[in-house]
């Protein structure tokens, strides 16, 4: 089962100095900065995604890339640029995608095949996946019987033929282009029986390896029923990959159900997008501990603002807060202090007690005893939630962790 991760131009800046919040002057970004797999030493995934939408932008999205940096990766291609060597263990692997959900308002896709197969033959990707029209719906087969349920409608249907017709245009432009990255087909579906009837006709036009789209949203059951479906008609030799999906608790099934890879950045986001569980080990979630800096936060500044708070006070309940926790990191102090500093300033701009959570982190300490390369490195900093490279450092850690289950996973019942 291979592991992918998607690119989303997030990078940490080994340099950047803890005590001070600065980077250093003359930082480059991206040529400076550490992708996870430079910045960790658990290998945590097996390749990188990167999406169209991404580097070149897409119907109306920007992307995140500047000029230069598109440029770079275009004349220097995908395993220079993103230092892939630079991991330990087998070197890896890149696969392209469209970015299919920055368009999903267009009613057409606004690429071409001939468009994306530039950005995958110009990048020297691996693999890449045909563009395709994301359906947002499904209903099970079983619902049609019921009246009144067995509406399909037509802007499904027609999506579903747009992505099958530029699947077809695509492998034909790949073969006459000659190009030697290994096509993978895009499927969308509205229900088990749609998608596998879209995986049906993806192998008859050649593909052998297929991605299936669409499923983010969907329950674990209805996610096993697609699968089953799917494999009633898949060919012994295709391949399955499943776009955005991370139910590690399911691995086993998918990989009978054909499924050799998937992808997701959820691990990552959220370590800053997550209320609580928002710090990995291999067998629990603990809670970050938050200390918004008083000048970069929305909601202290609104407070300060409002004049429901004084900027210098809340400035002084900040620093007291990171001078405390990094005293009882060290063990220089108890942890009924750093509580106590801890609800002062939270009562200030957000009033929220997350006080049994923020116990279990300090009382366990999960930092000092990680593995991935990052923990040891700038210790109690890594469960600070406070600003961008503090949550990224957390958010690789989360990756790491992420991977370390799914292969537990897998060897379990092996
Ligand atoms: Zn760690």
Request: net charge negative.
């Amino acid at each position: 089962m291979l592991f992918y991760f998607p690119d989303s131009q997030d990078q940490i800046d080994p340099t950047f100095d803890m005590e001070r919040e600065e980077h250093p002057p003359f930082h480059v970004r991206q040529r400076d900065d550490r992708y996870a797999h430079e910045a960790l030493t658990l290998r945590a995934y097996d390749g990188m995604l990167v999406s169209k939408a991404m580097v070149d932008g897409v119907g109306g999205s920007s992307g995140r890339y500047t000029v230069p940096q598109r440029h770079r990766l275009y004349r220097q291609g995908a395993h220079r640029f993103f230092r892939l060597e630079a991991s330990e263990g087998p070197p890896l692997i890149t696969l392209g995608d469209c970015g299919a959900f920055t368009y999903v308002d267009e009613p057409v896709p606004p690429v071409t095949p001939d468009e994306v197969i530039d950005f995958y033959d110009g990048c020297g990707f691996d693999a890449g996946i045909s563009p395709d029209h994301v359906i947002l719906a499904h209903q099970s087969d079983l619902e049609p019987t019921l009246p009144g349920t067995d509406d399909v409608d037509p802007m499904w249907k027609e999506r579903q033929a747009i992505t099958l017709e530029l699947a077809g245009e695509f492998l034909t432009r790949h073969a006459a282009r000659g190009c030697t990255f290994e096509p993978v087909g895009a499927a969308q579906g509205w229900s088990p029986s749609s998608m596998a009837s879209c995986v049906e006709q993806l192998q008859q036009m050649g593909y052998r390896r297929v991605a299936l789209g669409g499923m983010v949203p969907l329950k674990n059951p209805q996610i096993l029923e697609v699968l089953e479906a799917v494999d009633a008609v898949r060919l012994p030799e295709t391949q399955l990959h499943l776009l955005g999906l991370t139910r590690v608790e399911h691995m086993h099934d998918f990989a009978r159900f054909g499924v050799t890879s998937f992808d997701s950045t959820s691990p990552f986001f959220r370590a800053f997008k997550d209320d609580t569980d928002n710090y990995f080990t291999a067998d629990r979630r603990y809670t970050a501990i938050r200390i918004p800096p008083v000048d970069g936060n929305a909601k202290v500044k609104r407070a300060i603002k409002s004049g429901k708070i004084d900027h210098d006070v809340a400035h002084q309940a900040e620093q007291r807060c990171l001078r405390l926790v990094r005293a009882y990191a060290d063990r220089q102090i108890e942890m009924d202090e750093v509580l106590e500093a801890l609800a002062e300033y939270h009562a200030m701009w957000d009033g929220r007690v997350r006080t049994d959570r923020y116990i279990e982190t300090l009382r366990d300490r999960p930092w000092e005893t990680c593995q991935c390369g990052i923990c040891a490195e700038v210790d109690v900093e890594v469960v600070l939630f406070r600003g961008t490279e503090r949550n990224k450092r957390r958010g690789f850690h989360n990756v790491a962790m992420f991977a370390q289950t799914l292969r537990d996973k897998l060897q379990e019942g092996h």
